[in-house]
C-alpha cells in the first residue's frame, strides 16, 4: 500500500497555464508537506500545514497555493506556470512536526 | 544563514567497500540532524534520526555520527552493496519548522 502519493507522476504543461497536483496520505499523519527539488537537486520546503495552520516558506511565490481538503490530502495549486518552475515537487507527510516525514514520489513538472 | 554542506559530492567505491559521507552545519538552533537516501526518481527515505544528546545511531549497514560541539556528522556504509547506491542527503531541523537540505553526495557503488 502507497503510504504517500502523488499524482500526476509527470506533468508537461506550456507556459502561463495553471495546473495542479494532488497528494494523499493514508499514515495517519497531521501534518504535510510540499518540497520542491530543482535541478540541482536542492531540496527546498515549500509549505508544511497542520491542524489547518499553513506555514508558507517565504521565498515562495504567491502563484503557489496549497489546499488541504480534509488531513490526508494536501493539494498544490499553480497559477501562471513559469519556465523556472519546472522540477521535481514531492509531497510528504509526519505525525506532528518533528517526525520523520515519508515522502511520495514526486511529480516531475516541465514547463515549456 | 542556515547551510547544509555535504562532502564528497559524488563518490564511486566498489562493491562490498565502506565509505564515508561528511555533513557540517551551521544551523542554529539546533534540534535534529537526520540522513535520508533517495533513489533516482524517487522520494528520499529516512535512515538515521539524531538529536543534540544522540552521537551515534545505526541502522543496519548505515551508522550515522553527530558531533554537536563541531557541528559535524557523518554516515558510514559498512560493506556497501549494489543497491545502495543513490543520493545521500542530510537534513538539519533547527527551531520550529526550520527545516535545511544538503545538496546530497551521489553515491555510486560498482561490481
Known amino acids: 500500500d502507497t503510504a504517500v502519493s502523488q499524482t500526476p507522476k509527470y506533468l508537461v504543461t506550456q507556459m502561463g497555464n495553471d495546473k495542479s497536483i494532488k497528494c494523499e496520505q493514508n499514515?495517519?499523519?497531521?501534518?504535510m508537506y510540499w518540497y520542491k527539488q530543482d535541478s540541482k537537486k536542492f531540496l527546498k520546503i515549500m509549505f508544511s500545514?497542520?491542524?489547518?495552520?499553513?506555514?508558507i516558506n517565504e521565498t515562495v511565490p504567491n502563484r503557489f497555493s496549497p489546499k488541504s481538503p480534509d488531513k490526508a490530502h494536501l493539494n498544490l495549486h499553480i497559477n501562471s506556470l513559469e519556465l523556472g518552475d519546472s522540477a521535481v515537487y514531492f509531497c510528504?507527510?509526519?505525525?506532528?512536526?518533528?517526525?520523520?516525514?515519508?515522502f511520495g514520489q514526486g511529480t516531475r513538472l516541465t514547463v515549456v | 544563514k542556515n547551510q547544509v554542506e555535504q562532502s564528497p559530492q559524488s563518490l564511486i567505491i566498489l562493491e562490498g567497500k565502506n565509505c564515508t559521507l561528511q555533513c557540517n552545519y551551521t544551523v542554529s538552533p539546533f534540534s535534529n540532524l537526520r540522513w535520508y537516501k533517495q533513489d533516482t526518481g524517487r522520494g528520499p527515505v529516512s535512515l538515521t534520526i539524531?538529536?543534540?544528546?544522540?552521537n551515534t545511531k545505526s541502522n543496519g549497514r548505515y551508522t550515522a555520527t553527530l558531533d554537536a560541539d563541531t557541528k559535524q556528522s557523518s554516515l558510514h556504509i559498512t560493506a556497501s552493496q549494489l543497491s545502495d547506491s543513490a543520493s545521500y542527503i542530510c537534513?538539519?531541523?533547527?527551531?520550529?519548522?526550520?527545516?535545511?537540505f544538503g545538496i546530497g553526495t551521489k553515491l555510486q557503488v560498482i561490481p
Open positions: 500545514y497542520n491542524n489547518k495552520e499553513l506555514i
Open positions: 537534513v538539519v531541523s533547527g527551531g520550529y519548522q526550520k527545516v535545511t
Open positions: 510528504a507527510s509526519s505525525l506532528g512536526r518533528s517526525g520523520e516525514a515519508f
Open positions: 499514515l495517519g499523519h497531521d501534518t
Open positions: 539524531m538529536t543534540f544528546s544522540e
